[in-house]
Structures are given as structure tokens and as C-alpha cells.
């Protein structure tokens, strides 16, 4: 199995709703990451979870709340949104470290109305 | 000044040409190198990747590196009109650390 599975593939919410973006891979992975990306820009970098410990967080909004529970799993909890943080959502893995090849998921694309 | 650098594009070449992308970086601790190729509305694939100086090809695409001129391309042979895409090159330093340039896009038109 080479697939970072990523749900939903598409999300509308609110900006007072609470929801969840999910991410599972079974490679062995330990390396998690989530990414932010707009139309015609590069993914820009949220969150890097290394061997399950939050080891970078680039500064985002509290708004946004990455969990980890296991080595397979990802989720990034999302609460009080702004139009703004509408983009392609996207989980990817590596290895072990930072640095290396990422494997992406197919990425969730959320619209906050 | 922008660490990794590539032509936005549009890069236009006709089917069966070779198509060639460029990217410079400005971290001389970097030692990965990555080939990304994403479709309008999908997620990154990667195509390449390259460790050392040379070349290293993967069927139709071939990946050069030049640590010394901190430069490293994508060329594609026989372009296709499914190669349509944007290529993103990506910088790994020191193991805790990547960097994507903005993307190149490539339009192969039969």
C-alpha cells in the first residue's frame, strides 16, 4: 500500500462550523505533514508531525488545530474559519524525517462560505 | 531573494519535443532534490528524484544536478500531451527541511 488516503475530497463550511480533515497512511511513515495550497502557488507548509510529536508548526492560525493519534493517522481540526483559508488541503508522508520524498494525498478541497 | 527559483511558465513545446525545466536554489546545505508533477486540481505527484551530481534517468524524464552551480533540471523526452501539467522542484536541507519553488507550467500541444 503507497496511498496517503485523505477524507473528504471536498468540503463547504461555514465560518462558525467545526470539522475535521482526515488523513491515514499504512507505509510506515514517520513523518506526517499537513499543507495549505491556492490556486497557482506552491504548497505551503502548516504543520510536521515527526514520530508523532508536533516538531514544526509555521506559525498558523489557532484556528487550526493539527492531532496526531497514532503513527498512521492525521487529522487537522478546523473551527471558526475565514473565507480566506478556502484552498486545497493536503496530508503527505515520508519516511522518517523532513527532507525527504513526500507521498501526497489527494488532498481536500474546503470552501468556508 | 527566493530560495528556489523555476520559470512560472508558461513553457509551451509541441508534442514529441523535448521539454526542459529549470531550478536553482540558494542553500548550499541542500542535499535532496525532487520533481513534483501536479495536474490543474490534484495533488503533487512525485516523478523524481536525485541525491547525487550527473544524471538520472526514469524512462522518458531525466533528472540533472549540478551541486556546484546549484542547479538542477527535468528534462522530458517525447513530450506528450498528458505531461500538461505544473512541475514543482523541491529542495531538501539538512534532513529537517524542504522548499518548493513556485512551479513551472508545461502545455504539450499535439
Known amino acids: 500500500d503507497t496511498e496517503v488516503t485523505q477524507t473528504p475530497k471536498h468540503l463547504v463550511m461555514g465560518m462558525t462550523n467545526k470539522k475535521s480533515l482526515k488523513c491515514e497512511q499504512h507505509?510506515?511513515?514517520?513523518?506526517m505533514y499537513w499543507y495549505k495550497q491556492k490556486a497557482k502557488k506552491p504548497p505551503e507548509l502548516m504543520f510536521v508531525?515527526?514520530?508523532?510529536?508536533?516538531?514544526i508548526n509555521e506559525s498558523v492560525p489557532s484556528r487550526f488545530s493539527p492531532e496526531c493519534p497514532n503513527s498512521s493517522l492525521l487529522n487537522l481540526h478546523l473551527h471558526a474559519l475565514q473565507p480566506e483559508d478556502s484552498a486545497l488541503y493536503l496530508c503527505?508522508?515520508?519516511?522518517?524525517?523532513?527532507?525527504?520524498?513526500?507521498?501526497f494525498g489527494s488532498g481536500t478541497q474546503l470552501s468556508v462560505l | 531573494q527566493k530560495e528556489v527559483e523555476q520559470n512560472s511558465g508558461p513553457l509551451s513545446v509541441p508534442e514529441g519535443a523535448i521539454a526542459s525545466l529549470n531550478c536553482t536554489y540558494s542553500?548550499?546545505?541542500?542535499?535532496?532534490f525532487f520533481w513534483y508533477r501536479q495536474y490543474s486540481g490534484k495533488s503533487p505527484e512525485l516523478i523524481m528524484f536525485i541525491y547525487s551530481n550527473g544524471d538520472k534517468e526514469d524512462g522518458r524524464f531525466t533528472a540533472q544536478l549540478n551541486k556546484a552551480s546549484q542547479y538542477v533540471s527535468l528534462l522530458i523526452r517525447d513530450s506528450q500531451p498528458s505531461d500538461s501539467a505544473t512541475y514543482l522542484c523541491?529542495?531538501?536541507?539538512?534532513?529537517?527541511?524542504?522548499?518548493f519553488g513556485a512551479g513551472t507550467r508545461l502545455t504539450v500541444k499535439p
Open positions: 503527505a508522508s515520508s519516511p522518517r524525517t523532513w527532507g525527504e520524498k513526500l507521498f
Open positions: 523541491a529542495v531538501g536541507v539538512n534532513n529537517n527541511d524542504m522548499r
Open positions: 542553500d548550499r546545505g541542500s542535499q535532496s
Open positions: 508531525y515527526s514520530y508523532e510529536k508536533l516538531s
Open positions: 507505509m510506515g511513515h514517520r513523518a
